[in-house]
């Protein structure tokens, strides 16, 4: 028995999460060592929350392409079945309507 194949969207973000943590936690650390300016006041955890964001993003872009491109393909699969059923019900209403 095979294993199902998980869903290309949840590995997908999965795998987003995970580099955003991993920015996350860098950032925090050069910030707490204090090779990155601390934020005005307060605002260190913004400050570190959107650093790991502009960080991550075009990590994600570069690192995740094939596994956005899986994900892209699912869910053009998955709307062309709904689209195909959905024609498929309309012909046999019109049919019983006859």
Known sequence: MTAAKPS????????????????????????????????????????????????????????LRRQRDEMSEQIVTKVDEAKAKLDASRSREDRAAQ
Do not use: E, Q
């Open 8 to 63: 290309a969207t949840i590995r997908y973000t999965a795998m987003r999460i995970g580099i955003f943590m991993g920015c996350l936690v860098f950032v925090a650390l050069l910030v707490h060592f204090g090779v990155l300016p601390k934020g005005l006041g307060d605002s260190n955890v913004v400050w570190v929350l959107l650093l790991a964001i502009v960080i991550s993003a075009p990590l994600s872009f570069v690192l």
